[in-house]
């Protein structure tokens, strides 16, 4: 099974930051988090990774609580194109499995 | 970042025939590649891991007699649907590893009538 917990679905803005939570409380050491998206009827695509640090891409940031038991994904400023599922993963290894995810929907 | 290749894009095929679906790197060698399946609304299923010059190591409850794996080069991975049925109508999703990052392809659609 998947070892993060996200909402199954999430509403935002246009313009707006989207926020969103994942939690993975029994993430280990080494395990590192990964976000993915996926836009319908595409293959996954990479946003954003982190250890323990707060990380920050183009695309996003990612902020990691010190405890390292959850993480925020933030998309600064929203657009109808970020409607995507994005997944939340924990892993070490190179073998991704992924949960549910939460369906983003961009409001106009 | 990488580029990973899928062909065909979609395919429709008839009950009982096979049907072979290849995956690329296109700018990188991948000595690992993965393949995934996903049903209508849920979420990306592992099936197997493909290794260059060996056996593919896979899931449990995946047949392995039914999804054929071949990793014959570092740039390509191919899995072959024997005998396809209507139940495995799906979206198949391969990803391949370059400097620790996984690139997934953008998938083949395999309706079986």
């Known amino acids: 099974d998947a070892k993060t917990t996200q909402p199954t679905s999430m509403d935002c803005a246009e313009g707006r930051a989207a926020n969103l939570p994942c939690n993975h409380s029994t993430i280990s050491g080494n395990e590192y988090v990964y976000w993915y998206r996926q836009i319908h009827s595409q293959g996954p695509q990479y946003i954003i990774h982190g250890l323990k640090n707060n990380e920050t891409n183009e695309m996003a940031s990612l902020i990691i609580t010190e405890d390292r038991k959850s993480s925020t994904l933030i998309l600064p400023h929203a657009t109808l194109r970020d409607t995507a599922v994005y997944y939340c993963?924990?892993?070490?290894?190179?073998?991704?499995?992924f949960g549910k995810g939460t369906r983003l929907h961009i409001l106009p | 970042g990488a580029v990973v290749s899928q062909h065909p894009s979609w395919v429709i095929c008839k009950s009982g025939t096979s049907v072979k679906i290849e995956c690329r790197s296109l700018d990188f060698q991948a000595t690992t590649m993965f393949w995934y399946r996903q049903f209508p609304k849920q979420s990306l299923m592992l099936m197997a891991t493909?290794?260059?010059?060996?056996?593919?190591?896979?899931e449990q409850g995946v047949e392995k007699d039914k999804f054929l794996i071949n990793h014959a080069s570092l740039t390509l991975s191919t899995l072959t649907v024997t005998s396809a049925h209507p139940e495995d109508s799906s979206f198949y999703i391969c990803?391949?590893?370059?400097?620790?990052?996984?690139?997934f392809g953008p998938g083949t659609r395999l309706t079986v009538l």
């Open positions: 990803s391949a590893i370059d400097f620790n990052e996984q690139f």
């Open positions: 493909s290794n260059e010059g060996s056996k593919a190591t896979y």
């Open positions: 993963i924990v892993h070490r290894d190179d073998k991704i499995i």
